[in-house]
Each structure stands twice: as structure tokens, then as C-alpha cells.
């Protein structure tokens, strides 16, 4: 189900596109690194980039002619995490250096006069024994630890504690800096500029987002206790008023940094727990879940589907922050897994389910790690809500709980069967080598790729990180001519099962590669496929099994040159599609 | 300074944002997108080609911002595991003629954006945004003209369940070369 807004809709598309990239051009970010810095960024990798291409032709050419020396050809292998890595990407931060500038900035001490207004920003980083959210730590309160290098920051809300309603207009990004000894150590962050406008009731709290703090030295920052503070700057006034510039803010909270303890898990149930200790909350939200048509595998994110139904005749907002999924055996937890979501906030209409189904997932392990045991199960699904109008200045959140539900685990943890409902259906209508597709006649061509792949399998421990799958393939010509022409220097490959396609074609930007080649010799291409299922709109590995390689690749001849030595220009292309081998793929 | 940190240099200070906006369009991630435009410029301006003027960059550029969007799922791998869990964060333009219908339409295509394919959303964006036509998008992208409309057909399909009827948007329309100016 989906929703539309009221009024105009977006029935011109370029011009729609176009709107959402002005706001992207017109943004902060968009140029957030002044240019020179971002120009010195890309020089220095782009000359890096030349020196390594220069010195790698040279060592081309060196190797080009020790392999003519020997007068073989080597098959070389090259199969999982290590092949085909993209270096991470780099993003333009502007280091804070220390400054004697205005707090938040780098070296600022923090005013004498910091007070957080009725409309202020608060955290559930300390909770006190009622469940209160602070906006401030108090003496005495254990520090909340985080790590703040993974972006494990505080959880910040806008709440209005004041007596009327307000709008409170922001980018909804609040800054965060930390602060030892009174001084600022790590300043402002980048912010992106996205502008919201919601409204707070009396008591009402809105989620706004913390941006990470950068170092001033430059340096990670240091485990240690720190103090946050954090400002949002807003226009802040009462609906239908003329809003003022102001600066919500919160804190000091302390902040225990690289703390060895996290924050723990806010999961409702903990393993061995017993279901009957689950408190049961039905209304207003209720949770649809569709489970899936058979057995199903451990692991699949999208075997499960939830909806948030307002059982209520009136519109209800609220705040979700995560979906756990339970399976249960003999009464209590065997195995859990919870999809985290920053806490957001979603009207549902009374008597409608919200938009967009939830998609949980199910378990790939049990609780002592090991993978999810095939057969029966009972499957809790529990949401944590928070009303923003009412629940969160209390601090305590509800849950909506569905469950039981019978489910069956499929046994193929062992990776040797997959099951197809786990993979995407034949589409008739699909061309190899899309998604779906079924694979093609292996017809004789005068130019194919030969199957010289034996790949031994590949080790996926993430299924939310997919991995490449590359290996050295071998071109013959099968013709009686010495054949010249060009090919890309990659061929690109999809997974199959089944007999049609699972995973994603890789995009592979190779250069072109000429080559001269005799009857029934061959030449080497490297062979690039990813384990990336093509039926999900998440990026996500195909789950364990065993698969066929199928790759595909246009050659171009240009001259022909039979055996008595004349030579024929031509303008041939052949396409080629084989299979290649098999691959394996373990989670 | 050299002829390629020339252009280079041109390049940045005249269409950096432009190129950003087009990079965000494919991936809706500001941060990412300024990640990509600077992985293209770094891309283009490491080969050694010879690009005479800044237009000539932009267009190198622009199609390597296409190509590392399309290679570059890993790294929105966690993002993209849970991004259908979150609500997308209501933006508003900067100008101060929006209305509230304005950002709701936008809120809804950028919704609608997120949920395709990367080759799908990259094929809608070189057909309307870029004003493309089918076979220059089969070009830009390697791929025949029949996938290309097989690709459209499924996004223009997918967007209108988000968004409602496009009628502009059909593939009896796709032949016909729309006009548009450059961005």
C-alpha cells in the first residue's frame, strides 16, 4: 500500500528530477569542502592514480614477454574478499583545527551561561531509575558509552516542555561536540541540508538526527570520558506565528568514548527468556505479518513482512526505533535478530496500516552462534513505539507484539540445496542476463568462452556485505582463421540457478583489449561476477548453495587471415554467452 | 599548473555543484554523492586523456559518476540493508515558493527513486533527467536498446505505484527525444 500526498502530484517526472537536484546543488554539502581543499583531494589521488598506471605499463610490458618466453599460458584464480576490492570512498572533511572561536568551535570553552529552554534537546543517553530522559546528565549518572568513531552517537530529540505548540523549522541535523575539561576537543561536524518544519505539541518530541563530531587535532579521539553538548539551530515559533532564529540545545551528557561495555542490547528478549515474561500491548498498533508460503530460510531478510496497523478511528504518530524478530523453542528464545532503525516518526491513518511494509528478517544463527537449526518454531515479531505526543516525556516506550506464529526452517544451512522461494522466479519476459532470466541455449559460436573456471567457493560471513567472484577466463577461437579484432578486457557474469538468473550483472568498466589470435588458440580475460541477489530491492548476498557461472561477452574481428596467409578486413561481432563453472557460496 | 589540472580546476569551481546534484539524483545521499563526484573526477583525470575544455570534462565526468554509482553497490551495503525501514527524511526546497503539495511531490519521487534497482534509477535518470534517448542510453550504458526499455518499462511501473500515473513517462513516449537544457 502506499500513500499520496494530497494536492498537486508529480505527474511530470523531469521536472520533479529536476527539483530534487537544485535542492541537492543548492545544499550545504553540495560544496560543503571549499573547493580548493576538495580540488587538492582529487589532484593528489588522480596523481597517485598516474604514477601507479605509468609504473604498472611498465611492469605490463616486462611480464608480456616472459609469458611469450615460456609459451604457456597460466590460469590464474582470484576468488572472493581480496579480488576486485573497491577502495572506500573518501569523503572531503574539513579537519577542525583548534581556533580561539565562539563555542561550539574548536577550543571554545563552553559558555557560563548554557541552559537548555523549554523547547530543548534531549537524549535517551541517560535514562534516570523512572525512565525520565534527561536533557542533561546529572551528578552521579554513569556515563552513556558510545563509540563515537562508529558513529554510535546519542539519540537527540527536540521535546517541547513548554505550555503551547510550536513548529520548530530545522535542517534536523543537531550538532554535537565534545568536551573535556571545559574545552571543546572535537567541533561541528558536516551537516547536509535537508529542512523540516514539524510540529510540537506541549510534551511532544520530534527525533532530529547528531552529526559526528570532528576531532580538532585530527587524531581519532581518545577513549576517555567526554561531556556532549549539542545546538540545533532553528526557527522556533508558535503555529501560524512568526518563527525566531534560536538555538535548541541539550546537554552536557557524559559520554564514555571506545568504553569496552556498549550500550548493551535494547532487544526485548534476551536468549533463554522466557516468551511469557513479553508484556502484551495490542493497541493502537497492531502488527501484520506475512509469513512465508513454505518453509523458509534462516537468514532471509525478506522472508517476513510487517505492517504497522492503526486499530484506532484517529490519525496516531509515532516513534519506531527497531523490529526484533523471535524464534522459540520449548518457551523460550533460541534465536533472535533485531533491524535497528533510527528512530522516526510515521502518522498512520485511524483504521489504515502505514505505507510501507517492514521487512525484519529471520535469524541466521541461535544464540550460541551456531546456524538456526532446521524445523518447527514459534516467530514473535516485537516493535518498540514511543508516542512523541505523549510516551516519550515519560521515557518509556510500549511494544506492539505479534506472535505466536508457526514457522518452519528449511535444512539447507549447509549450503548444498537453496531454496527457490528464496530466489527470484523465471521471468519469460526477461532477456539474459537480467534478473530472472532464463539462460540461453548454449549455441556453437565461432568465437566462445571456454569453461575453464573451477572456483572452489566463496565465503560470504555478511550477507548485507555481497562480495565479487573473479577468476581468469579463456577465449579460444574455434574457427580455421587467425582472427584479430578486440574485446573488453572483462567478462562479466551472472549466478544461476535453476536455470535462471539470481544475481545482479556486475558493472564492470573495463578497457579494451586488442588481440590476434590462431585457430583453437585462446586468450585470457579476467571473469567478474557478484554474489549480489538480484531479486531484492536491498543490496544482499544470495543465500548459501551451490551456482552456475554463466558469462557473456561481444568480441569484434576486424581481419581474418586464412591458412595460406591472406588476409580478409571484416566488421564481425560475435557474442558469446557459456557456462563457465560452478561456485559455491557460504554464509 | 598542467593542462589536465586546468580543466580540472575549471571544472570544480564552475559545475562542482551540478555534478554533485546529478551524482544525488542516483544516490540520494548527499555525503555519497560528493563521494562519487570525487571518486569521477579522480576516475577521469587520472587516465591521462586529453580533455580540451571543461565541457568535455563534465561529460567524462558525468558518465563516470554513472559507472562508479552503478560498481559501487558495496559501499551502501548497510545502508541499503535497512533503508527501506526508515522513513525518508521529509526535505524541503530551499526556496522559499514551496509549498507544502511542492515537498510532498518531491518527498514521494525521492521515495519512489530509492526503491529501484541502481541500473533502473540509473536508466530514468539518463532518459529524464539527462534527456537521453533510448539507444544513446543503451550506449551510455552498454546494453541493448530492448533492455534499456525492458528497464524503464519496470521503473516507470514501480514509480507509479509510489506516485501515481505518469502518463508522460510511457514507453509509447520513450522514442520521443525530449527537450531540456543543460544542467
Known sequence: MTQHHGGSRPDDLPEILRAIADDAAASRLAGSAPDDEFLIGVRRRATAVRRRRNARQGMVAAVCVAAVGVGGVVIAQNVGTGGGAIAPATTSVATAEPTSGAFPLCGAAVPGDWAAGDVRL?????????????????????????????????????????????????????????????????????????????TVEPGGA???????????????????????????????????????????????????????????????????????????????????????????????????????????????????????????????????????????????????????????????????????????????????????????????????????????????ASGEGVSNAALPELDPDAEFPMCGAAVPDEAEDTFGIETVLEIPGVKVADPTKPDWITAAGMVTNTTRDTLLGNSSTSVPAVLVQDGRVVSIEPYVEADAKDFSVAPRESFELEVTATTVHCGRSAIEALPPGTYEVWGYLDTYVKERQNASGSATSVNEKHHAVARLGEVTINH | MTGWEQVLDDLVRTRRRALTAYAYLLCQDLREAEDLVQDALVAVFSRGRRLENVMAGESYVRKAILNTYLDGFRRRNRWAAVRHLVATAPEQPVSDVATTDHVAARVDAQRALSILAPRERACVILRFYDDLTIPQIAEHLSLSTGTVKRYLHDAVSRLEAVLGPLPAAHLEDLDVLMTGGSR
Open chain 1, 122 to 198: 534531549v537524549s535517551q543517553a541517560h535514562l534516570d531509575e523512572d525512565g525520565m530522559m534527561l536533557s542533561a546528565s546529572r551528578p552521579g549518572d554513569a556515563p552513556f558509552a558510545t563509540d563515537v568513531t562508529l558513529s554510535e552517537l546519542i539519540p537527540l530529540m527536540v521535546l517541547n516542555d513548554g505550555e503551547e505548540t510550536v513548529t520548530v523549522g530545522s535542517t534536523g541535523y543537531a550538532t554535537v561536540v565534545l568536551v573535556k575539561d571545559g574545552v571543546v576537543v572535537a567541533g561541528p561536524g558536516m551537516t547536509p541540508e535537508p529542512y523540516t518544519e514539524p
Open chain 1, 206 to 412: 520530534v527525533p532530529v538526527t547528531a552529526t559526528l563530531p570532528d576531532p580538532c587535532d585530527g587524531e581519532p579521539i581518545a577513549d576517555g570520558q567526554y561531556e556532549a553538548y549539542a545546538i540545533l539551530d532553528a526557527q522556533v515559533g508558535a503555529t501560524g506565528g512568526e518563527p525566531a532564529a534560536t538555538q535548541v540545545v541539550g546537554g552536557p551528557w557524559l559520554l564514555e568514548v571506545g568504553a569496552s561495555e556498549t550500550p548493551g542490547s535494547m532487544m526485548a528478549l534476551q536468549c533463554d527468556d522466557e516468551v511469557s515474561e513479553v508484556p502484551r500491548w495490542v493497541d493502537p498498533i497492531h502488527l501484520d505479518v506475512t509469513l512465508p508460503q513454505g518453509p523458509a530460510v534462516a537468514g532471509d531478510s525478506r522472508a517476513l513482512r510487517v505492517d504497522l496497523f492503526n486499530a484506532t478511528d484517529s490519525p496516531a504518530n509515532f516513534a519506531i526505533d527497531g523490529i526484533e524478530t523471535y524464534l522459540v523453542r520449548g518457551g523460550k528464545v533460541v534465536a533472535s535478530t533485531e533491524v535497528a532503525v533510527m528512530p522516526y516518526v510515521v502518522e498512520i491513518p485511524g483504521g489504515q496500516a502505514y505505507g510501507d511494509g517492514h521487512f525484519p528478517g529471520l535469524p541466521s544463527a541461535d544464540c550460541a552462534g551456531d546456524p538456526v537449526a532446521p524445523g518447527d518454531y514459534s516467530l514473535y515479531i516485537i516493535t518498540e513505539f514511543a508516542d512523541p505526543a505523549t510516551t516519550l516525556i515519560a521515557g518509556t516506550q510500549t511494544q506492539a507484539i505479534s506472535g505466536p506464529h508457526e514457522i518452519t526452517i528449511a535444512g539447507d
